[in-house]
């Protein structure tokens, strides 16, 4: 029934899926042996480790195409992560039972093509309902995460701050500065990754600060079209509520100094250096 159902398969993608590539990994190098252990299933040898290599390379392809490639901005990318997480398991079952024939002469085990139809009806329960746990899951968080961003919103609206950081649907830090201070700050503490950012206003200095720091998302009261289209060709999510062509210095008799400094780099080093 093991064979047939891949009951192992699913928890190990949904943890990929939805808590990224090395929790994913670790799920699929420990389940394995602690289901031998539990249950006598799979054999120590030769399945634990075909098995252990195989759901290792599922949580850790699904986790890391559905997280850090542009499938995650997609609400269809799960099924393109999970196909491809599908095939690399797979190979990695071949590629061990191929070792494993090598060195021991004989593999009691089914080979790719047998492990592969015999799955059939475990690989349609997968396809059936993996996304749909990964969408419902997502649904809850996101709608906790705007709520943390409309919060972060009104603090900004009511000059309290200047600049927001949310992880995990709750403000962790808030920032209060001109220009791209609070940027810098938040880069220079490592803050940033995989955060969403909620700014006063952002153009493409901050952006590419932001970037470089490793922000997931970010919402901005005023963005410059420079920083959006930097976010865009560096994959993070971004929303305003306005969007202008340049900012400009406090004065308003031209462009803000940073972004004159960065208009025409594209190198995030160099910007930051510059800067």
């Known amino acids: 029934p093991g064979n047939v159902m891949l009951p192992m398969h699913i928890p190990v993608l949904l943890c990929g899926l939805l808590c990224g590539p090395l929790c994913g990994a ?26 252990t290599g195989e759901l290792l390379v599922y949580g850790l392809v699904s986790g890391a195409l559905l997280h850090h490639t542009p499938l995650r901005r997609f609400r269809f990318g799960v099924y393109p992560a ?44 997968q396809l059936l309902l993996i996304p749909g746990i990964v969408w419902t899951v997502g649904y809850g968080y996101r709608r906790g995460e705007q709520s943390a961003v409309r ?23 808030t920032e209060y500065g001109r220009g791209i201070g609070p940027a810098l700050s938040l ?43 930097w976010f865009h060709r560096h994959g993070v999510e971004i929303g305003f509520r306005e969007c202008v062509p340049t900012i400009i210095n406090r004065q308003g008799t031209g462009i803000c100094p940073m972004e004159e400094t960065v208009l025409n780099l594209d190198d995030s ?7």
């Open 82 to 125: 999970l196909l491809l997480a599908m095939i690399s398991g797979r190979a990695t079952y071949g590629l061990i039972f191929r070792i494993l024939l090598l060195v021991n002469g004989e593999c009691k085990a089914l080979s790719v093509w047998g492990a592969l139809v015999t799955g059939l009806p475990g690989i349609v329960i």
């Open 187 to 229: 880069l220079d503490e490592g803050m940033l990754k995989d955060t969403v950012v909620v700014d006063k206003i952002v153009g493409k200095a901050a952006a590419i600060l932001l970037t470089a720091g490793g922000v997931r998302r970010v919402y901005a009261l005023t963005a410059s079209q420079s920083a959006v289209d």
């Open 151 to 173: 919060s972060a919103i009104n603090l900004i609206d009511a000059g309290t701050v200047a600049c927001a950081v949310i992880r995990d649907r709750t403000i962790v830090r």
């Open 26 to 51: 670790v799920s699929g190098a420990v389940l394995p042996l602690l289901n031998s252990v539990l249950t006598g299933m799979p054999p120590l040898y030769p399945m634990l480790p075909i098995m």
């Open 269 to 275: 080093d160099e910007a930051i250096a510059a800067l």
